[in-house]
């Protein structure tokens, strides 16, 4: 009985510590950075509070009686929230003199606001976001950055807030510099190589299509122009490149031109792949496709369902698929080529 109470007694008196040890850590800590050859992900190392109310500022979030409110995170993955989301991020350092960067890559992201507690105890707000000039932001960049400053104990707070109808699922780096420029490099490049075939590919079917007055070559040429814009846009390039200064044609550019791509798409295959021969239900899926890219290019214009854009891509996608395959197994070779592409 002795030997029982005691190993019972050790049991309770460690789970206490463990408790205390994680809480404290989960609440109290500061993420530490020192090696500026890594680049640290820190989704699961802030806290969060969701403002389903909309209305609160910088002043109510940083009151000593609201910092109770924040939780740990499990994961930046809101998906397509209204409410706004604020985070609260700890960073610790050993190596002072070296420049840290906090990185959110997700461009599409509309609003996103930075408040850095600075080394005096005054905040400095560094705006950011899809909707926002690139003359604004601190950091001329696709995504949205802000230079972390440290305290003398070497420590630093800053609180983002991030709005708008897109989805909200990204992830929260915090790289070196060097090693921040490191990865925008190889981003260009990657990028670079995508938006040169598109332009390859587009002048190539515009002299196709000027040379034989072929209508497909046209409806080709219009998907790529459509892809291409929905990528520029969706990545930040055309954002940073081509209207730094007028963000809001990120919107008509990127989500509004997702149903003008499917519109372009369902013609395209109807007309290249000869579906109406093939499959009768399958003509008349893509022809409906038209119709409802429509209805969801209005649902988006007007914000009463922001993923109506996303959600048409995906359903239109497999139906291109399918088309393609049950093209290809009842005799159409050409559907080979379709279905690779």
């Given at each position: 009985?002795?030997?029982?109470f005691?190993?019972?007694?050790?049991?309770?008196?460690?789970?206490?510590f463990?408790?205390f040890?994680?809480?404290?850590?989960a609440?109290?800590?500061?993420?530490?950075?020192e090696?500026s050859?890594?680049?640290?992900?820190l989704?699961?190392?802030?806290?969060?509070?969701?403002?389903?109310?909309k209305g609160?500022?910088?002043?109510?979030?940083?009151s000593?009686?609201?910092q109770q409110?924040f939780?740990?995170?499990?994961?930046?993955?809101?998906?397509?929230?209204?409410?706004?989301?604020?985070?609260?991020?700890?960073i610790?350092?050993?190596s002072?003199?070296t420049?840290w960067?906090l990185?959110?890559?997700?461009?599409?992201?509309?609003y996103?606001?930075?408040?850095?507690?600075?080394?005096?105890?005054?905040?400095?707000?560094?705006?950011?976001?899809?909707?926002?000039?690139?003359?604004?932001k601190?950091?001329?960049?696709?995504?949205?950055?802000?230079?972390?400053?440290?305290?003398?104990?070497?420590?630093?707070v800053?609180?983002?807030k991030i709005?708008?109808?897109?989805p909200?699922?990204?992830?929260?780096?915090?790289?070196?510099?060097?090693?921040?420029?490191?990865?925008?490099?190889k981003?260009?490049?990657?990028?670079?190589?995508?938006?040169?075939?598109?332009i390859?590919?587009?002048f190539?079917?515009?002299?196709?299509?000027?040379?034989?007055?072929?209508?497909?070559?046209?409806?080709?040429?219009?998907?790529?122009?459509c892809?291409?814009?929905?990528?520029?846009?969706?990545?930040?390039?055309?954002?940073k490149?081509?209207w730094?200064?007028h963000?809001?044609?990120n919107?008509?550019a990127?989500?509004m031109?997702?149903?003008?791509?499917?519109i372009?798409l369902?013609i395209?295959?109807?007309?290249?792949?000869?579906?109406?021969?093939?499959?009768r239900?399958?003509?008349?899926?893509?022809?409906?496709?038209?119709p409802?890219?429509?209805?969801?290019?209005?649902?988006?214009?007007?914000?009463?369902?922001p993923?109506?854009?996303?959600n048409?891509?995906?359903?239109?996608?497999i139906?291109f698929?399918t088309?393609?395959?049950?093209?290809?197994l009842?005799?159409n070779?050409?559907?080979?080529y379709?279905?690779?592409?």
């Open positions: 009985m002795r030997y029982s005691n190993l019972h007694t050790v049991t309770v008196v460690a789970t206490v463990l408790v040890c994680f809480q404290s850590s609440c109290q800590g500061h993420y530490l950075v090696d050859s890594k680049i640290y992900r989704d699961d190392h802030v806290d969060v509070f969701l403002d389903s109310t609160l500022n910088i002043d109510d979030v940083i000593p009686g609201f409110r939780k740990r995170s499990n994961g930046l993955t809101f998906g397509y929230t209204n409410a706004s989301i604020w985070l609260r991020a700890r610790q350092t050993n002072p003199g420049q960067y990185e959110i890559p997700a461009p599409y992201l509309e996103v606001d930075f408040y850095q507690v600075k080394s005096d105890g005054s905040m400095e707000h560094v705006p950011g976001g899809y909707y926002r000039k690139q003359s604004v601190k950091i001329t960049h696709t995504g949205h950055v802000l230079p972390l400053m440290f305290n003398d104990d070497s420590e630093s800053v609180f983002i709005d708008g109808q897109s909200k699922t990204f992830p929260l780096f915090v790289p070196e510099k060097e090693k921040f420029h490191q990865k925008i490099r981003e260009d490049i990657g990028y670079g190589i995508f938006y040169g075939i598109l390859v590919m587009f190539y079917n515009l002299l196709l299509y000027l040379s034989l007055k072929e209508v497909n070559y046209l409806l080709y040429i219009l998907t790529i122009v892809t291409f814009l929905i990528f520029s846009s969706a990545s930040g390039y055309s954002g490149f081509l730094p200064e963000p809001n044609l919107f008509y990127g989500r031109s997702m149903g003008v791509l499917t372009f369902a395209f295959t109807t007309r290249f792949l000869d579906v109406r021969r093939y499959s239900i399958i003509y008349y899926l893509l022809v409906s496709l038209v409802l890219a429509l209805v969801a290019t209005i649902l988006v214009a007007t914000n009463l369902v993923s109506a854009g996303n048409l891509i995906s359903l239109a996608t139906l698929m088309t393609g395959v049950v093209c290809r009842k005799g070779k050409t559907a080979t379709f279905i690779a592409a």
